[in-house]
């Protein structure tokens, strides 16, 4: 059944009804659109546009229609051209010409409108779930490896011992403000499109407030020609769910680099690996590989969605059926991306004698041996330049600066004592960083707490 064959004297060509045809990735929210409508039913008997009999009996074959969905006794099939028609001639013919009734006062731009934001909204909330399910692995991970000491980098090179906690850590701190964004865009998201009709209102006396709180609407939208046209909140949580793949791509990035031959700081799990089919001995990172892969086509489908909106003129047009089968990808995929991470990230292991060797061999200590200096009143220049000779001296003798002897060090300054062995230790350098936010573990320890109370609260 059609909605609209009525001033039409000819068949739709067939490849143009195909062409423009939105069943196949509209049914997908079919349990949305059938709240929508029994809300609107609900509402319009409320206002007496309706009586009581006509809603209960809409009401029933809505629901009856969800239920067989649901149980796959009904089949959405091509033979309706999007689920707003599906619904509403299934509906027609399980309860006759009171069926007829339900689009009184609504268009299908503002139901469109409507069900796209409810299916919406349940993704931000299930994606807002897997991202506290993730933190809660990282802040396991990160209580555990508060002395977990490991390299720091900057430009991929050694740079200043860090721990394995902290480096978990600033990851936390990405996911947490992943979900802040998910928070901002409920709220800004949350008005009631519905009753804004095809662009201008309706005539019919329609409680949209009503509307709106059956739904769990915090109001209604105040412009119907916005209403019908707006798809902004999509595109920021395109936004969102493109720096959520940026900020897993960039974790994935690092555990492909630790878990290589060269470096050996962890093992993936056998169950997140895969074989080649050629070289017997690999045990490759496919899945944080494809992971990190997987963020070009959720950033296609923010581009996309953006290009598909740039210059639209007021108010609905067709083109804004383009914002569902990539922004649906994109949600599929940063859902099942966050559960692989989740499960790839909570069964690695994690070589630490590996990792602290590496951050003993690297200098990363040379800072600290410069501020042992500064602390005998060398000012930090001049200090910088000497740890800069020993540096080189300890290149050429193939030795780190904890093997270098005292006597070295005298030549260069007679500054040095002995306990410079104790200040340039790998402990020393890390546990004396207690700034807020630093490695040290008293520092990790309070940040840690802060985490724990985040994740009871929110
Ligand atoms: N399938 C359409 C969409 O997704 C529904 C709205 C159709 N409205 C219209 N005036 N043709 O946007």
């Given at each position: 059944?059609?909605l609209?064959?009525?001033?039409?004297t000819?068949?739709?060509?067939?490849?143009?009804?195909?062409?423009?045809?939105?069943?196949?990735?509209d049914k997908?929210?079919y349990?949305?659109?059938i709240s929508g409508s029994?809300?609107?039913?609900?509402?319009?008997a409320k206002?007496?546009?309706l009586?009581?009999?006509?809603?209960d009996?809409i009401i029933?074959g809505l629901?009856g229609?969800?239920?067989?969905?649901?149980?796959?006794?009904?089949?959405?099939g091509?033979a309706?051209e999007?689920?707003?028609?599906?619904v509403?001639?299934?509906l027609?013919d399980?309860?006759?010409?009171?069926g007829?009734?339900?689009?009184t006062g609504r268009?299908?731009?503002?139901q469109v409108?409507?069900d796209?934001?409810?299916?919406t909204?349940?993704?931000?909330g299930?994606?807002?779930?897997?991202?506290k399910?993730?933190?809660?692995?990282?802040l396991?991970?990160?209580e555990?490896n508060?002395?977990t000491?490991m390299?720091?980098f900057t430009?991929?090179?050694?740079?200043?011992?860090v721990?394995?906690?902290?480096?978990?850590?600033?990851?936390?701190?990405?996911f947490k403000?992943?979900?802040s964004?998910?928070a901002?865009?409920k709220?800004?998201m949350?008005t009631?499109p519905?009753?804004?009709g095809?662009l201008?209102?309706t005539?019919y006396?329609?409680?949209r407030?009503?509307?709106?709180?059956l739904?769990?609407?915090?109001?209604?939208?105040?412009?119907s020609?916005?209403?019908v046209?707006?798809r902004?909140?999509?595109?920021e949580?395109l936004?969102?769910?493109?720096t959520i793949?940026?900020?897993?791509?960039r974790?994935?990035?690092?555990?492909i680099?630790?878990n290589?031959n060269?470096?050996r700081?962890v093992?993936i799990?056998d169950?997140y690996s895969?074989g080649?089919?050629?070289m017997?001995q690999?045990?490759?990172?496919?899945?944080?590989?494809?992971?990190?892969g997987?963020?070009?086509?959720v950033?296609?489908a923010?581009?996309?969605?953006l290009?598909?909106?740039k210059?639209l003129?007021l108010?609905?047009?067709k083109?804004?059926?383009e914002?569902?089968?990539?922004?649906?990808?994109?949600?599929?995929?940063v859902?099942g991306c966050?559960?692989l991470?989740?499960?790839?990230v909570?069964?690695m292991?994690?070589?630490?004698?590996?990792?602290a060797a590496?951050?003993q061999?690297g200098f990363?200590?040379?800072?600290?041996?410069a501020?042992?200096?500064?602390?005998?009143s060398?000012p930090?220049?001049?200090a910088?330049g000497?740890?800069?000779q020993?540096?080189?001296?300890?290149i050429e003798?193939?030795i780190?600066?904890?093997?270098?002897?005292l006597?070295e060090?005298?030549?260069?300054?007679?500054?040095?004592e002995q306990?410079i062995?104790?200040?340039?230790?790998l402990?020393?350098c890390?546990e004396?960083?207690l700034?807020?936010?630093a490695?040290g573990?008293a520092?990790?320890?309070?940040?840690i707490?802060?985490?724990?109370?985040?994740l009871?609260?929110?």
């Amino acid at each position: 059944m059609k909605l609209w064959g009525g001033r039409f004297t000819k068949e739709t060509d067939q490849m143009v009804y195909e062409f423009q045809s939105s069943i196949n990735f509209d049914k997908r929210f079919y349990a949305q659109d059938i709240s929508g409508s029994i809300a609107h039913v609900t509402m319009l008997a409320k206002q007496h546009i309706l009586t009581d009999e006509e809603r209960d009996k809409i009401i029933d074959g809505l629901t009856g229609i969800k239920e067989d969905i649901d149980s796959g006794k009904l089949v959405i099939g091509q033979a309706q051209e999007d689920i707003h028609s599906f619904v509403e001639s299934h509906l027609i013919d399980r309860v006759g010409d009171v069926g007829k009734k339900l689009h009184t006062g609504r268009s299908r731009n503002d139901q469109v409108a409507l069900d796209m934001k409810l299916y919406t909204r349940e993704q931000v909330g299930e994606v807002d779930s897997l991202l506290k399910e993730l933190l809660t692995s990282l802040l396991h991970i990160m209580e555990e490896n508060t002395e977990t000491y490991m390299p720091g980098f900057t430009h991929l090179q050694k740079a200043q011992p860090v721990t394995l906690a902290h480096h978990f850590g600033a990851y936390f701190e990405m996911f947490k403000r992943d979900r802040s964004r998910m928070a901002d865009i409920k709220k800004r998201m949350n008005t009631c499109p519905l009753g804004s009709g095809a662009l201008a209102g309706t005539t019919y006396p329609l409680d949209r407030e009503y509307t709106a709180s059956l739904l769990g609407f915090d109001g209604p939208t105040l412009n119907s020609m916005d209403s019908v046209s707006d798809r902004d909140y999509l595109i920021e949580f395109l936004s969102a769910l493109s720096t959520i793949m940026m900020h897993l791509s960039r974790f994935c990035e690092e555990i492909i680099i630790w878990n290589s031959n060269e470096y050996r700081f962890v093992e993936i799990d056998d169950a997140y690996s895969t074989g080649s089919s050629i070289m017997p001995q690999k045990k490759n990172p496919d899945i944080a590989e494809l992971l990190r892969g997987k963020t070009g086509r959720v950033y296609g489908a923010l581009m996309s969605l953006l290009t598909t909106m740039k210059g639209l003129p007021l108010a609905y047009n067709k083109d804004m059926q383009e914002d569902k089968e990539m922004a649906f990808d994109a949600m599929d995929t940063v859902k099942g991306c966050l559960i692989l991470f989740n499960g790839m990230v909570s069964t690695m292991r994690f070589n630490k004698p590996v990792m602290a060797a590496s951050a003993q061999n690297g200098f990363t200590n040379a800072t600290d041996a410069a501020d042992y200096l500064v602390n005998h009143s060398v000012p930090f220049r001049d200090a910088h330049g000497i740890i800069g000779q020993l540096v080189l001296l300890c290149i050429e003798k193939n030795i780190s600066l904890d093997e270098l002897p005292l006597e070295e060090y005298k030549k260069i300054s007679p500054v040095f004592e002995q306990d410079i062995y104790e200040a340039i230790s790998l402990k020393t350098c890390v546990e004396k960083r207690l700034t807020i936010g630093a490695p040290g573990k008293a520092a990790m320890d309070s940040i840690i707490t802060i985490y724990k109370n985040y994740l009871t609260q929110e």
